[in-house]
């Protein structure tokens, strides 16, 4: 896996032009022990209070053997149980926000994350706010946020992407992990799919819109998206080896985000109509979807907007030009790169390849999978680019053209 000063030593070389974030990871640490090696670190930090934040599940996975194991060394530890909602979901939102604030002790010295992804948003969020550092204990491989600077939330019933602070440290213990439920490692291997759609999208806004791209963080992702593809059934499997994998990787994206300081090399358009539909569960009061099982079917229906709908638009000058007073930059730059655009979208596999690939670790594949029907799934493709600035091809697309075909 790459290390924090491989990254550092990388990032002095780069010769992208863009200023690169500090990664203020002291230890990553993916292993058998690693909640021992957790107390160990926090022992040498010489804290003397530490909060936990987790809910009921995870606290049982790992936070009882976490908070055990330091109270033993004269660390004085507080558990802060995040409470599910009405549905027995826990929402990174105002309420579990405010919740952890008022757990948090201001004489805590740091905050420990043990939970998946939304535990660790919700952490995030409230040390930052509350001017305190944060460690991450992952408890199943489900998303590859554990250690970015970004706290997803939900306010006012809109998820809204906040920079706050990356962990100083992760301890990702091999043990809990294989352990974790099929569905969870279903979870994060279709958040590594994402990064089809998301590099794609990365790179169409930089050759379009002018968007800043760092073509280290680019590799750096892309590595670790073939690491999974390449594994699949050693993930599938979740045997120790691909679930080392599976972590591993998912470690590296964050660390990709990182490096540049936003989620671009990871998140697309597939990740806005993933927002959407959570958006709307909640409204509707429905139970939530793992995060990495909804973008990997949304990863599929934005291939195939952009290898069929988009492509054909990208390649046909005549109609371009016909579109250029809609927006006259955005057209230009598109003719003047027609031929790297293409071949960024001609590079992205085809849905069913995403789709047999989700097959072989069990996840879902279809929106009906999720419970999610036809008109949400039009809806969002109609309207989930106005979540996010990011000039992504589904932006461009509703933009310019904003019709699509029958799903």
């Known amino acids: 896996m790459l290390s924090v000063t491989e990254l550092s030593n990388l990032a002095k070389d780069c010769s992208c032009g863009n200023d690169h974030f500090e990664c203020t990871i002291e230890e990553i640490v993916v292993s058998h022990d690693a909640l021992e090696q957790a107390s160990s670190y926090m022992r040498s930090k010489s804290y003397r209070k530490v ?14 053997k976490l908070s055990d194991a330091l109270n033993a060394s004269n660390v004085k530890t507080e558990v802060v ?60 491989p489900s998303v590859d946020g554990f250690n ?24 990702a213990d091999l043990t809990i992990l294989k352990e974790a439920p099929q569905e969870m490692i279903a979870a994060g291997f279709g958040d590594m799919l994402a990064k089809f759609t998301s590099l794609a999208d990365w790179r169409f806004s930089h050759l379009t819109a002018g968007e800043p791209y760092c073509s280290l963080s680019a590799s750096i992702t892309e590595a670790s998206l ?86 054909d638009l990208i390649s046909n000058s005549t109609r371009l030009a016909e579109l250029k007073d809609k927006q006259k930059e ?11 655009i293409q071949k960024v979208i001609d590079s992205l596999p085809n849905a069913d390849t995403v789709g047999d690939l989700l097959n072989k670790v069990k ?15 039009q809806n969002s493709l109609n309207k989930a680019h106005l979540l996010r600035n990011r000039y ?16």
């Open 51 to 64: 909060s936990i934040v987790a809910d009921k599940i995870t606290f049982n996975v790992a936070g009882q």
């Open 81 to 140: 149980l995040i409470q599910p909602n009405e549905q027995g979901d826990v929402i990174a939102n105002e309420i579990a926000l405010i919740e952890a604030m008022l757990g948090i002790s201001q004489d805590s010295e740091v905050v420990i994350a043990v939970g998946s992804g939304t535990i660790h948003d919700i952490t995030r969020f409230s040390s930052f706010k509350m001017g305190k550092p944060f460690i991450s204990v992952p408890t199943a």
């Open 148 to 171: 970015s600077m970004g706290a997803p939330v939900v306010i006012k019933g809109v998820k809204t992407t906040y920079q706050m602070q990356s962990p100083i440290a992760i301890f």
């Open 226 to 311: 073939k690491k999974c593809v390449d594994n699949v059934d050693l993930i599938a499997a979740a045997n120790e080896e691909g679930i080392r994998i599976l972590i591993e990787s998912l470690i590296e994206s964050g660390l990709a985000m990182l490096l540049v300081g936003h989620s671009s090399p990871a998140s697309g358009g597939e990740h806005h109509l993933s927002h959407y539909w959570e958006m709307e569960f909640l409204k509707q009061d429905k139970p939530q979807v793992l995060h990495g099982a909804k973008v990997g079917v949304s990863t599929q229906l934005i291939l195939k907007l952009y290898k069929n709908d988009v492509k």
């Open 330 to 340: 955005i057209i230009s730059a598109i003719l003047e790169k027609q031929e790297e």
């Open 363 to 377: 996840g879902p594949t279809q929106p009906s999978d999720l419970k999610i029907d036809a008109e949400l799934v």
């Open 392 to 407: 992504t091809m589904l932006k461009f697309w509703n933009e310019l053209v904003g019709t699509h075909h029958a799903v």
